[in-house]
């Protein structure tokens, strides 16, 4: 069996921070054997994240061209 522990560090890093009260969290027990089926399902929210992200980033990205062209009330390009 392994122990996972929770470590606060300040409020602007940690944002258990502000639900722990300023208390360090308690570590509890867990069962080993569940670690590769936690690390795979923690590896592929990973990489959801990372294409979500990806995804906002061209949408903000293509929102500011296009706000920025009518704003100077140029043409846009529907392809974009």
């Known amino acids: 069996m392994q122990l996972i522990f929770f470590c606060q560090t300040s409020p602007a890093v940690d944002p258990l921070y502000s639900y722990s009260s300023g208390k360090d969290i ?4 867990i069962e080993k054997e569940y670690m ?5 399902r923690v590896n592929l929210a990973r990489k959801l994240d ?8 061209k949408k903000t990205e293509r929102d500011w061209i296009i706000s920025n062209a009518k704003a100077m009330e140029l043409a846009v390009d529907d392809d974009l």
């Open 26 to 29: 308690e570590g509890y027990e």
């Open 50 to 57: 990372k294409l979500l992200h990806a995804e906002r980033k």
């Open 36 to 40: 590769p089926q936690v690390a795979k």
